[in-house]
């Protein structure tokens, strides 16, 4: 990932350090959703928890390379206290973002914005995606409860 900023790098091999929001929580009030990427090896859990539409807590879980440890504690932070529209909203732009697509470049990305780069390595646009992917569908799968 040579033309990843310093910045971005540091970023993304502090939260692969020192992964917020790590360990699952097992709590029938989680929604969980679980995903493999055979190409690299990662494998991730996400729950999620919402309460009147909002998210008040996602927790992750797995093994993987750097870009998807990191990935999953980012989108975490990321997704926390907002609210299941928005979150739906800007966690598919930032999908398209890393898979190189046009995407609405006025949502704030916040930290989920260090894994811009990755559209130009296609090998690892899954890497990135893996956790947010996950996500969502923790969002799509059911109402909440
Ligand atoms: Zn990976």
Do not use: W
């Not at 939260?15 to 790590?22: A, F, I």
């Not at 750097?66 to 928005?86: H, L």
């Amino acid at each position: 990932m040579n033309n990843l900023s310093n910045l971005y790098r540091e970023v993304i091999m502090d939260h692969y350090k020192n992964p917020r929001n790590k360990g699952l929580s097992h709590d029938e009030s989680y929604v969980s959703c679980h995903l493999k990427n055979p190409s690299c090896g990662d494998v991730i859990d996400v729950e999620t928890k919402v309460v009147d539409g909002k998210v008040v807590d996602v927790r992750h879980d797995g093994q993987g390379c750097s870009i998807c440890c990191a990935g999953a504690s980012i989108v975490s932070e990321y997704s926390i206290g907002k609210t299941v529209d928005e979150l739906k909203n800007n966690l598919s732009n930032y999908l398209k973002m890393v898979s190189n697509q046009e995407y609405d470049t006025s949502v704030d990305l916040d930290e989920l914005q260090v894994f811009e780069g990755v559209k130009d390595y296609p090998a690892r646009v899954r890497c990135a995606s893996i956790a947010t992917q996950a996500l969502l569908n923790t969002l799509n799968s059911k109402e909440e409860k």
